[in-house]
């Protein structure tokens, strides 16, 4: 099976015509149609918690019942454009709704990069990691210097981090993850799924639309029908 970073074109046409239909007067709710779950692949079972498990990295509260689950590879181009998506949606949410941060190596060259984002999760330096990841961002892997300079730039021993990475830390966690996303359908990067759905349209608008029917137990039923 190959495996890609994907940037897909269909949530930006989504977003334009969204875009359009405010600019003519069309209500919220006429924009929100333009939103779109992932009708290809079918929903993770119960509300995608079984993807879930206690190693993962996360943010915010589960207070609402709403879990959002992104796959992403540290060496994609996308994930990285997504990332400030993705920020700003935990920015307005994280206070009811629970994120969990899925490393998905697409290639082996990302494993060590993974490996460093889990070991910077455990001194509670996970964001600065991958920040530092992305600003040093290659398709073919960033070196062991590099993961190591962003080490001390973010206040973590680069020492103790060569020799966790060097030691194996996390990879058969990592691999076991990456085989279950596969099984459920995860196939590119960045991959979202709001309580188990897989999302087509990722804007912050259409995100945010998603969590709220989501609240209201509304999520899908469209398609459903």
């Given at each position: 099976m190959f495996l890609f970073c994907t940037k897909r074109r269909p949530a930006l046409f989504a977003l334009a015509a969204a875009a359009v239909l405010l600019l003519m007067g069309a209500g919220p709710r006429t924009?929100?149609?333009?939103?779109?779950?992932?009708?290809?692949?079918?929903?993770?079972?119960?509300?995608?918690?079984?993807?879930?498990?206690?190693?993962?990295?996360?943010?915010?509260?589960?207070?609402?019942?709403?879990?959002?689950i992104e796959y992403f590879d540290p060496n994609c181009p996308h994930c990285k454009d997504f990332h400030q998506?993705?920020?700003?949606?935990?920015?307005?949410?994280?206070?009811?709704?629970?994120?969990?941060?899925?490393?998905?190596?697409?290639?082996?060259?990302?494993?060590?990069?993974?490996?460093?984002?889990?070991?910077?999760?455990?001194?509670?330096?996970?964001?600065e990691m991958l920040e530092g990841q992305y600003a040093r961002q290659s398709r073919s892997g960033i070196s062991m210097s590099d993961l190591r300079a962003v080490a001390s730039d973010i206040g973590m021993d680069p020492t103790v981090l060569t020799s966790r990475i060097q030691e194996g830390a996390y990879q058969s966690h990592i691999l076991e993850q990456r085989k279950r996303a596969v099984s459920v359908g995860v196939?590119?990067?960045?991959?979202?799924?709001?309580?188990?759905?897989?999302?087509?349209?990722?804007?912050?608008?259409?995100?945010s639309t998603f969590i709220e029917q989501a609240q209201s137990g509304t999520l899908g039923a469209s398609a459903s029908k």
């Open positions: 924009a929100a149609a333009q939103c779109q779950l992932d009708a290809s692949k079918s929903p993770v079972e119960n509300d995608g918690t079984a993807l879930v498990n206690f190693q993962d990295i996360t943010k915010g509260s589960g207070a609402s019942g709403v879990t959002v998506t993705m920020k700003k949606v935990v920015a307005d949410h994280r206070e009811d709704v629970r994120f969990v941060y899925k490393p998905f190596p697409l290639r082996r060259s990302s494993l060590p990069e993974v490996q460093a984002l889990y070991v910077a999760a455990q001194s509670g330096k996970f964001g196939d590119s990067t960045p991959t979202v799924l709001v309580n188990g759905h897989f999302v087509k349209t990722r804007t912050q608008q259409c995100l």
